[in-house]
């Protein structure tokens, strides 16, 4: 049998137990090179996840020619740059969400894989993960009649108070392209272009609670889906309380899960309240992978795209203009002119 052959950029955390093992254990998939800059972790993980070969240079990596696909997982400030190269070396790519920094540099990379014809992928992973598919079902076939509102409530301590030389890249502009609604607030917005097509009316603010950061830490929108059902979403990163709450209100019931967890999905209806488990895969990004590596043996589709990711990309940016006050460029490099900022 075929197989594809895939190399990975940037072995990090995410790469551990999420994604990496997925591209071992997914059928008609090897796992071949990895990359990190510094050569000890390189090759630690390379001898750890028992992969052949090990880079501590992008390039060589990119030109390596038993590497068929490439896996960019670096923080999403390099993501522009390193897919451009993969695509100049004419191979296909899978890349870490968000896709970038913003609009301007999704695009260029859209622009690099159609010129090279060659596909482009982003890890939003839940749009192949058994239990979000199971609320697309129940959306589909209208378990709780028409969908008629839809509310996403967030709440938490910013994660990187916990060990910041880990994670800080996930609160700074220049490495991220914002505060953790890149991050973490993305996989909702992606999520609601999955199962309800791209977002538009989309209004909102985005203010900074903790003055020892540079970025928003508090985000809310409103919004309509294509088929004009009136949403609302609110992210909060600096709160001592957690909450992670999808919820669908419709003509003959309601569902609501938590987002991030495998705790059951709940159907609310006037027979009663129904518990849905289905727990998460091992390796969340495994399902994905595996939809990606049969297209690429021409057996299928995956559903996560640049062109997904980008109408998602689109949101985040009108969301954080408030903020900002530009999305365009590199705005990163001056926050002295942001107005979410200087206020």
Known sequence: MA??????????????????PGFQKASGSELVAVMRRTPDLARDYATRHKVAKWYSNTNDLISDPDVDA??????????NEIAQAVALANKPCYVEKPMARNVSECEAMIKAFDTAKQKLWVAYYRRAM???LKVKELIDTHAIGKIVAIDFKFSSPTPVNADA????WRVSAQHSGGGLLLDVGSHVLD???????????????AYRQNKHSQVEDYVEMTFLTAGNIPGKTCWNFFSNIKED???LKGTQGEIYFNFSSD???????????NPIAIPNPSHVAQPLIQLITNELLGLGSAPSTGISALRTQRVIDKV???????RENAFWENPSVWPGLVG
């Open 165 to 168: 030389s880990k994670h800080a």
């Open 245 to 247: 709450k999808l919820s």
């Open 70 to 79: 490439v896996y960019i997982a670096t923080p999403p400030g390099s993501h």
């Open 130 to 132: 058994p239990r979000f």
């Open 320 to 326: 954080l203009t408030s903020f900002y006050g530009s």
């Open 191 to 205: 999520i609601l272009d999955f199962y309800f097509g791209a977002l538009k009316d989309v209004q909102g603010d």
């Open 3 to 20: 197989r594809i052959r895939w190399g990975i950029i940037g072995c990090g955390d995410v790469t551990e137990i999420k994604s990496g």
């Open 263 to 273: 705790d059951p999905i709940y159907v609310s209806t006037a027979k009663g309240t």
